[in-house]
């Protein structure tokens, strides 16, 4: 309790993050509850409906609530933001950790297949995996998850390295315990710092590659209500007639992606002693 | 020294083979190829037809051999011909590369100018009103979606200048290409200036902290000078890397640019390529790309070490 | 002037004369000069129009070619009425209506310098049945020549094509914007990177996903024409991008029918002089079931579907209600051939009551032991394109209605034709277009058992019948009795069943003049030859 007064009072934007953040979560978890409408129901007479009355902010084209969508489209970012992140890290955390305490070999193939990942622009790589894997929830979450392991692996690696000759982990092998164990008792929890400060603002970056692939006709398919195809498809045709088809979505990845870097900011203020006062 | 060199130099010659071989297998694993794209826009597909074709292009050779046929080529400098087009590929690519090379300056430009500027001031006034309104606003950069912001600027023109600022085909003079690509510039440097601006930042904060920065401070120097004079010129070094990676990467943000205003550039190109199946377009072209990251990754690796002395050579 | 040029040459060879007399005076009104600019949606896939299916390539391809005879470019609807000389100065029949001679117009040039003769047109359609050694890659519209045996040549400037047996409409497929004359000296792989052709305008260049350019051809063999100087095309993928374009004034013409209903008030309200017509695309949702998957073989869930479809709502929301509910031929007033309302009323799909029909729909699949507890689960496929899909998803939610849980299955764009012809789909949307208003080429490209475009390769020796009976039919009324009788067999028949004819909106600026756009086709009106700018 003490520690979040602390977190609020000393960063006050992350605190803003961190509300926003929580939001978005209890609206995905409660998409059902609060979602008025079904988001794939049409309705002909609701097309293109203004905002206000029963679609609080308007229909799309094909009558669908736009609210609802909304509300449910929090589940697919969520959903991308949290399990590309997650898939990302774990696949990262896994290289990365065997490279640096393993070393040799393994060190060596393992530095190439992330140098490969890495001379790649992220959007690019994602592309590719997309175009590829073909248009579904799981395989775009592996396509913008495999971009980020040699991030993740990268960070895990260099203080795997540094980590591995630190008094505690020569004492802890010392007593006899296996090397497995050393690494995932003493290694692995004091490398979590900066990657919770990397994940972090993964999230956000995940949402929006998420975004700009629907918009190249890559991403999520219809009929889920993700905020990146709201945005990009059909919407942008009509953002004239029915602007709150373009802006509620765009204003929704926005405050959510804004969130995760204020939140993501903080936290590395908060974890990196060299940026404290 | 030269040994480090000569390491570092076959290690991304490993990394450009790595990736000959990953786009290759991946775009292969791309469901469909060029005939399907060519039957689909006569609305039927003729089997017997659709074979002739893919003998004539060598698809239906293995794919081991199909590879080898590639980098063979790519040996020889022969980047073979555009299955869409029929033309040499590299007549389709070369003229793209420059457009999409001005994008980009022009948008590191803008980035460069207005993150590291921000960055220090940033920094210097930590935690003022002054450095919170930067950092929200930076960091509102790194959160829009990038063709929505297009999208709006693209509208906010039509609405108000009754003008719209996408790409003729033919700009009459370098300058007024200059300005056609200047607001898609600005577009993508607004991201990269807020990541620019938060790595100035941060680097600074760390070097202000830093014992013969204290002691500058210490002996009286004004405040202005060890800002500037001492601190900047250390905290520069991790900027200068990341506006070098950042300028390779920038075309990750010009997919996206070049499609909204609608700028016939490498980017773009490419994905038009992946969906038209049209493996010696993007092949080359990803090749292209990584060429220019790997370059860039060992230009700034040699800066690097030539101007951080902490770096030990050979190891 | 148009409409007088197009009165004129009703009359064959007598129309000559006349043209002649009347377009020296005639052309002082128009100002010759400018260069058209015009967007283009998509990145089309190569310059020959014989090898393509696609308007992306016959609009902006078009006017670089002449057909033998075409439909009258001043004249809104086609018709046999309206079909004019063009590299054919007259033509004729003989006795058993199974030959048919053009005579050629003379001193006509390539535009590479080669004279044009008959052998060129022997050669074109050689090529497209298959005869000559330089075959099409693809040749999508094989089947609008089945009925031709041979093409002879008597000299020149005369040739003769003999058919098997008399078929009414065969000179329309002549004058369609698909069937430009090739050079035979040039080859097919040249034609599509770059063609040459007889027509007004002369190809330059086309950047890939970029640009198009076209110039006035000098020594075109109608005098003074074309009116324009150049036509210059700009590849703009994003619609957005482009109509906003278009409302700055960056455009004269718009992509044809790429004004949907609802953008089209955006673009009155933003640019209130541009000039907008909505017509008829001629293109067609339709519905394809796969009637060798399981349970679709059985004609009684066919019907169940027929039965569910609500027409009227998904006509409401994509086009606004501004389309007509159409059977598998155009209906009034642009088309000549669409069943009357009456008895459109009385196919399974099309009543008005819907929710009686869907009691009835219930209950057939209540017979076949499904119901709310038990829903048949179905993949609803589709391309990966919003023409498609949003049909797909209506149709998804009206079929929720007959215990069908229909899951959207979206197709990357490029592998759809390749998974419908290796019948990998149970229930699918489609779109088709119909480039000339006529029976034989709608019924014979779409619904006949050896037709390579007949994509559910839906198959009924019946109805084969009566396709070749109608086409043989010399009475234009009794013609149509047939086409009817056709309709209602592929209704019941749930054959590729028509969803609905978009409408949409062609745009262009109020300084284009001598442009009629077509209302019962997109595909051939692009000869630009009269067309000029009042600047």
Known sequence: ?277 | MSGYVIRRFFLMLVTLFGISVVIFVMLRLVPGNITDIIFDSAGFVNPKQKQRIERELGLDQPIVVQYGRWIGGLARGDLGYAYVSEKPAIQEIAPRIPVSAKLAGLALVFSTLFGVTLGVLSAVRQDTTFDYVLRVVSLSGLSLPSFWLGLLILMACVQWFGWIPIYRSTPESFWKELGLLAIPAAAVGFRSSALVMRLTRSSMLEVLRQDYVRTARAKGAPERSVNYRHALANALLPVVTIVGIEAAFLIGGLIVTETVFNIPGVARFLVEAIRWRDYPIVQNLVMFIALIVVLVNFIVDMLYAVLDPRIKFGS | MNSRLGLAAHGGALALAAVLTLAPCAALAQKSGGTLRIYHRDNLPSASIHEEATISTVMPFMGVFNNLVLYDQGKQLNSDDTIIPDLAESWSWDATRTKLTFKLRQGVKWHDGKPFSAKDVQCTWNRLTGKDPDEFRKNPRQVWWQNLKEVSVNGDHEVSFHLNRPQGSFLSMFASGYTPVYPCHVSTKEMRTNPVGTGPFKFVEFKRGESLKFVRNPDYWKKGRPYLDAIEWRVIENRSTRILAFIADEFDLTFVTDVSIPLLKDVNSQAPKAVCEVAPTYVSSNLIVNPSAAPFNDPKIRRAMALALDRKTMIDILSQGKSNMSGVMLPAPEGNWGMPPELLKKLPGYGGDVAKNRAEARKIMESLGYGPNKTLKVKVSTRNIAIYRDPAVLLIDQLKQIYIEGELEVIDTSIWHAKVTRKEFSVGMNLTGVPVDDPDVNLYENYSCNSERNLTQYCNKEVDRLIDQQSQEPDRDKRKKLVWDIERRLAEDLARPIIYYDRAATCWQPRVKGFVLHHNSIYNNWRFENVWLDR
């Not at chain 1, 803003?16 to 978005?24: K, P, R, T, Y």
């Not at chain 1, 971009?147 to 982990?169: G, K």
Request: hydrophobic residues 55%; charged residues 15%; neutral net charge.
């Open chain 1, 1 to 277: 309790m003490e520690a979040t007064l602390y977190f609020v009072r000393r960063y006050p934007l992350g605190a803003i993050g961190a509300v926003i953040m929580a939001l978005f979560v209890l609206t995905a978890l409660f998409a059902g509850t609060i979602a008025p409408f079904d988001p794939t129901a049409t309705d002909a007479p609701a097309s293109l409906a203004r905002p206000g009355g029963v679609h609080l902010l308007g229909a799309d084209f094909m009558g669908r609530d736009v609210f609802s969508r909304i509300v449910h489209g929090a589940r697919i970012s969520l959903a991308v933001g949290l399990c590309a992140t997650a898939l990302g890290c774990l696949i990262g955390v896994a290289i990365g950790l065997a490279s640096g305490y393993l070393g040799g070999t393994f060190d060596l193939l393992a530095q190439r297949l992330i140098d490969i990942l890495q001379s790649l622009p992220l959007l690019v790589m994602a592309l590719v995996m997309a175009a590829s894997l073909g248009p579904s929830l799981t395989n775009t979450i592996v396509a913008i998850a495999i971009p980020l392991v040699p991030n993740v692996a990268r960070i895990i690696r260099s203080n795997t390295l540094a980590l591995r000759e630190m008094p505690f982990v020569e004492a802890a092998r010392a007593v006899g315990m296996s090397e497995a164990r050393v690494a995932l008792r003493h290694v692995l929890p004091n490398t979590l710092a900066p990657l919770i400060v990397l994940a972090t603002a993964q999230v956000g970056s995940a949402i929006l590659v998420e975004s700009a692939l629907s918009f190249l006709g890559l991403g999520i398919p219809e009929p889920h209500p993700s905020w990146g195809r709201m945005l990009s498809e059909s919407a942008a045709e009509y953002v004239r007639t029915a602007p709150w088809l373009v802006i509620y979505p765009g204003i929704a990845i926005s405050l959510v992606v804004f969130g995760t870097n204020l939140l993501g900011d903080a936290m590395r203020d908060a974890l990196d002693p060299r940026l404290r006062k």
